[in-house]
């Protein structure tokens, strides 16, 4: 399948080249030269070629959206679920959505990827993706804990889903105190230094936490590899090991060890390096495992956005 591989707009990428900075996107170029694909900035973007597009960033939402509405399939690049303690190594790639929204279980990916390979790819396929994430995941503690944290969008984010991040969060917490007599905390918005230096994990190892609130965040996936339980209010890709019914915060549902371990090995297929973006194996991989998705269209509820 052909890509459009869609990088900024000409106009910065001159001044990124004026400040000293790459004037291309590294991943957006790997990635259209792991597919053949046409390299292009924005300005090019064209909603009556249908040909798939490849974007990277939430800079690239108003195009994501001309995508969604034009029936327009298209890959969105960003920051993967796991491995990323020290460096942004790994990155999520999504058929159709900012996430992987969908799972499929051991056997289905070997299904599918037989189907997709030819018989002598087969062994350096799996070669690809074997044991290259690996968890030492702690059971849920079913003892009562105090506090609920919530993990709050970024505006950046809700610019794509149409709300305003801060009053989506006030009303949150409202709503949650009208649910449960518990502490309710939000976590600090910070810098990635300080992430690395005070991960979220570390928090909820430290802390007396029932479980986490989130919306999009992979926080949610964080979260439950440490066994506390999440709660996903938006498109997530925690959201098959999650709760999404907030009206179930005082029993919020854990998934279990063996689901949890299942959906990670998916997810392992589901990211990539730079590197691997420059082969012919991941964007086959994407399409084979991801490729019957459909986008998710929703936008922010009403009664959080008022």
């Known amino acids: 399948m052909s890509y459009r591989c869609v990088d900024w707009s000409l106009l ?15 991943y957006i170029h790997s990635f259209s030269q792991g597919c053949l694909g046409k390299y292009m900035n924005d300005d090019d973007f064209d909603i009556d070629d249908k040909t798939p597009c490849v974007f990277r960033g939430l800079g690239k ?14 890959l969105y690049i960003d920051t ?3 491995g990323n303690q020290i460096t942004k190594i790994w990155h999520r790639i ?10 499929l279980s051991k056997e289905e990916i070997e299904d599918r990827l037989r189907t997709e390979f030819h018989a002598h790819e ?10 290259v994430i690996r968890w030492d995941l702690k059971e849920r503690e079913y003892h009562d804990k105090k506090k609920i944290l919530i993990v709050p969008p ?16 006030k009303k949150l917490i409202k709503k949650i105190k009208k649910l449960t007599d518990r502490e309710v905390e939000v976590r600090k918005k910070l810098s990635r230094t300080e992430r690395n230096n005070y991960s979220l994990q570390d928090q909820l190892r430290k802390g007396k936490y029932h479980c986490i609130v989130t919306y999009n965040s992979i926080a949610s996936l964080e979260s439950i590899t440490v066994g506390v339980p999440a709660i996903v209010l938006g ?3 925690g959201g098959y090991l999650s709760e999404t019914n907030l009206e179930n915060i005082e029993k919020p549902y854990w998934a279990g060890a063996e689901k949890i371990f299942n959906h990670i090995d998916y997810l392992k297929w589901c990211q990539f390096t ?13 399409k084979c495992l991801q490729g019957d998705v459909k986008p998710y269209r929703e936008k922010i509820a009403e009664e959080y956005n008022d």
């Not at 990428?13 to 004037?23: F, L, Q, S, T, Y």
């Not at 799996?126 to 044991?131: E, I, K, L, T, V």
């Not at 730079?274 to 994407?286: L, P, S």
């Open 274 to 286: 730079g590197e691997e973006m420059k082969t012919d194996y991941a964007h086959r991989i994407i």
């Open 12 to 26: 910065k990428a001159d001044e990124r080249e004026r400040n000293g900075k790459n004037a291309v996107d590294p």
């Open 61 to 74: 939402s108003p195009l994501i959206w001309d995508c969604i509405e034009n029936n327009i399939d298209y």
């Open 80 to 82: 993967g679920y796991f």
């Open 94 to 103: 999504a058929y159709n959505n900012l996430q992987t929204l969908n799972h």
């Open 154 to 169: 970024s505006q950046k984010v809700f610019n794509h889903f149409g709300g305003v991040a801060h009053t989506y969060t």
């Open 235 to 237: 498109p997530n890709a």
């Open 122 to 131: 087969i062994e350096n396929v799996f070669d690809f993706r074997r044991d």
